[in-house]
Nanobody
Framework: QLQLVESGGGLVQPGGSLRLSCAAS????????IGWFRQAPGKDREGVSC????????NYADSVKGRFTISRDNAKNTVFLQMNSLKHEDTAVYYC??????????????????WGQGTPVTVSS
């Protein structure tokens, strides 16, 4: 099976930080661009960040620029999302997804072939 499993979500205070992990099994991530998406209650799934196959290129949604950092450790078959200065608006279920291209090209969900089950992030006082 080709699987992606997210972890690291939880409850955090506004201004706090979380580090999400996306671990792959059944395949290696070297040639896959990886995107982080999130879906808040009542809203569509939106792209948050993406990273190219070997990490040389990254992209961030305007809403998270300067606060989130995506990285990958292909030797560990894992992609990370460091989330700093969290806001209430960041509350969502966060998903990682892989597409069989080296570059992200965009956040079209239908272009990403493999998805994790998501990890919830709640930012609240």
């Amino acid at each position: 099976q080709l699987q992606l499993v997210e972890s690291g979500g939880g409850l955090v205070q506004p201004g706090g930080s979380l580090r999400l992990s996306c671990a792959a099994s059944g395949f290696t991530l070297d040639y896959y661009a990886i995107g982080w998406f999130r879906q808040a209650p009542g809203k569509d799934r939106e792209g948050v960040s993406c990273i190219s196959g070997t990490g040389g290129s990254t992209n961030y949604a305007d809403s998270v620029k300067g606060r989130f950092t995506i990285s990958r450790d292909n030797a560990k078959n894992t992609v990370f999302l460091q989330m700093n200065s969290l806001k209430h608006e960041d509350t969502a279920v966060y998903y990682c997804a892989a597409r069989s291209t080296y570059y992200c090209f965009g956040y079209q969900p239908n272009k990403y072939n493999h998805w994790g089950q998501g990890t919830p992030v709640t930012v609240s006082s």
